[in-house]
């Protein structure tokens, strides 16, 4: 059975630095595509990074420039790196994995991907 496992959520102030990062249980570069989503109280889960399994990436336009996604296949790990945080980034933020079959197109979409990890909270206080 596949699994995510998120780690490295926590609180800080705005303008700081979070790192995030997915373990997973399997070769991650067996992924075509695997992602970071948010979720806020009371907004719809929305994706904020992808990476290709070629190494391609793609980033939403409110995390643009602020954050990094970066995969390290030794360790099976899919890592965000957030910058600059502000209070609007605070959310439960989820990795996730499309197993077989990745439209690039539709990389920050949720039914890209059928694998999902249980989250990790990330808070940014002002």
């Known amino acids: 059975q596949v699994q995510l496992v998120e780690s490295g959520g926590g609180s800080v102030q705005s303008g700081g630095v979070l790192r995030l990062s997915c373990a997973a249980s399997?070769?991650?570069?067996?992924?075509?595509?695997m992602a970071w989503f948010r979720q806020a109280p009371g907004k719809e889960r929305e994706g904020v990074a992808a990476?290709?399994?070629?190494?391609?990436?793609t980033y939403a336009d409110s995390v643009k420039g602020r954050f990094i996604i970066s995969g390290d296949r030794a360790k099976n790990t899919l890592d965000v790196q957030m910058n600059n945080l502000k209070p609007e980034d605070t959310a439960m933020y989820y990795c996730?994995?499309?197993?077989?079959?990745?439209?690039?197109?539709?990389?920050?979409?949720?039914?890209?991907?059928?694998?999902w990890g249980q989250g990790t909270q990330s808070t940014v206080s002002s």
């Open positions: 996730a994995a499309a197993r077989s079959f990745c439209d690039w197109r539709l990389a920050l979409h949720l039914p890209t991907y059928d694998v």
């Open positions: 399997r070769f991650t570069g067996a992924y075509p595509c």
């Open positions: 990476r290709r399994s070629t190494g391609s990436t």
